[in-house]
Structure formats: C-alpha cells, structure tokens
C-alpha cells in the first residue's frame, strides 16, 4: 500500500534518523571487534552477506541485479573508501573520536556540492551546517590530539559526503534503491576480499563471538539502514539529509561512553546540542515572499 505523501517526508526523517543511531552504535562494537578480526575483512565480510540477502530480495522480485552498474560502482568505491579508511583508523583512535570525526562529513556535503555540482546552498543550510560544524569541532575540542587514526577517519568523511551527494543524484533520476544498495554492497565486500588478498591480511576470526558482531553489522547498520538512507533520500534534500545524519557522532559518543566505557566530556555533550541546533534550523520552514 502506497504511503500518503503527507506522511512520506516525516517517515524518512525518522528512517534517517534510525540510521544515524545504528551508525553510531557500531563504533565501540567494531572497536572491540578488531581485537580478533583484521579490519579490512571485518568490511569484505559485512558487505558481501548484505549483497547476498540483498540479492536473494531482489530475485526473489524479479529484478535486474547489475541495472544501472555505473552508478552502483561509483556508490560502492565512495563506500569502500569510506569504510576502509574508518575502520583501519577506528583500530588507532577511540570510538569516541571516530564517531566524531566522522560526522564532520555535514560540513563537506556543501562543499562538494558547490564543487562537484555547482550548487549554491540555500543560506538557512550554511547557517545550519555552520552550527553543526562548531559541535563537531567542540565534540572533537579543536582536533587539538590528532593520530594517524584521526586522519584517516576524517577522509572517510570526506568520501562520505560525496556518497551522499551522488546517491542523491541517482536516486532523484529514479534509480531503484535497492539495486543499487546490492551493487555497492557487492563493489565493497569485492574490493576489501581482493585487498585482503594482496595485502595477504589474515583472514581468520579469533574469537567465535565475533561472528555474530560480524552478522549483526551486515544485517542492520549495512543491511536496513542503507537500504533505508537511499530510500529517504528520494524525498529528502542532500543538507537535510546530512544533517540528520550528522547525529551519527551523537549516538557513537553516547554508546562510547556507556556501554564502550570511554571517559565522559562535558564538552563532547555541548557538541551534541549544537548539532540538534542546527536540526531544528534546518527544518525551519522558508517565507514566501508575497506576490
């Protein structure tokens, strides 16, 4: 049953939103993972099972796997990219501070935009991803500490941002999302197995617990809220939709702090509501200047 248009944009806010948490709850779980598995094949192996229930889907409904495979290796290189540099990097710093870094993606989804698709962002979303920028930097204290780590996870921020922009652009041209969620699963589950190879990583488990932490990242943060971030992002400008994502730091800092057991900041947490800030100006609602 189709749903209401009235309710369509409320719905992908709260899928995004839904991604944004799962996102930030793997953090200090694949940090603690990587005690027993190599990063690189901790990301072949999340990615090629999401392909391949993604796949058993799409056959099952009679759709066409490898339609539309530009696109889907394009997603699925910004993806690879974006997952080898934060893993690799979250094995160095702490879950804290990639989570955090991450979402400094929100600041250069304007940027790229205005660089790879010359659109001028709407002043209500500068100011937006402004504030949103001060959290992060305030959740970050100014990168005053940075590691190899850090470096790392900021590219994978950068290529984030760009994953998002394209995605926008493929999925507003009518692109089936979940094909192209299979094609880009496969292109990074491929591509780490084959680095894996070269690199001659170790591609054993350790620890059996690891398995299903290996099982649970390929079925929700990979899985559903992939699936649910491309399908949002039909209705969804690509600042709103970052910003929104931009609460991903939020969530990896909370889960850090409880269940990783990392040190509480209070200046981590004033980050935060700078970001929820930044949310509610984003939503605000344009004037319409009267004719």
């Excluded at 027993?36 to 993604?54: K, Q």
């Excluded at 539309?68 to 993806?79: H, Q, R, S, V």
């Excluded at 094909?179 to 990074?188: D, G, H, I, T």
Aim: charge should be positive; avoid cysteine.
């Amino acid at each position: 049953m189709a749903i209401k248009s009235k309710y369509r944009t409320p719905l992908a806010n709260i899928g995004l939103f839904y991604s944004a948490a799962i996102w930030g709850s793997t953090f200090f779980i694949v940090k603690q993972s990587l005690l027993s598995i190599d990063p690189v094949i901790l990301v072949s192996y999340r990615f090629l099972i999401a392909a391949i229930i993604l796949a058993g889907y799409l056959i099952y409904r009679g759709k066409a796997l490898f339609a539309y495979l530009k696109e889907g290796l394009i997603l699925g290189f910004f993806i690879w990219l974006l997952y080898i540099a934060q893993t690799i990097g979250l094995g160095i710093t702490t879950a804290a501070n990639s989570g955090l870094i991450t979402g400094l993606f929100v600041a250069f989804v304007p940027i790229f935009s205005l660089l790879i698709f010359n659109k001028i962002p709407s002043l209500k979303g500068i100011t937006a991803t402004i504030i949103s920028l001060t959290g992060l930097w305030v959740l970050t204290g100014g990168l005053q500490r940075v590691n190899a780590g850090d470096i790392l996870t900021l590219l994978s921020a950068m290529a984030y941002a760009v994953h998002i922009l394209f995605a926008d652009k493929y999925i507003k041209s009518g692109i089936d999302p979940y094909v192209l969620n299979f094609q880009q699963f496969l292109f990074v589950g491929i591509a780490s197995l084959i680095t894996g190879l070269i690199f001659k990583l170790p591609f054993s488990v350790t620890q059996t617990d690891v398995i299903w932490v290996v099982l649970f990242l390929a079925v929700f943060p990979t899985l559903s809220a992939f699936v649910i971030q491309l399908a949002a992002q039909k209705i969804t400008a690509p600042v709103r939709v970052s910003l929104i994502l931009a609460f991903e730091p939020v969530f990896a800092v909370l889960f850090a702090w409880t269940f990783g057991r990392e040190q509480f900041e209070s200046a981590k947490a004033i980050g935060g509501f700078l970001i929820f800030l930044a949310l509610v100006i984003s939503g605000l609602p344009v004037k319409k200047k009267a004719l």
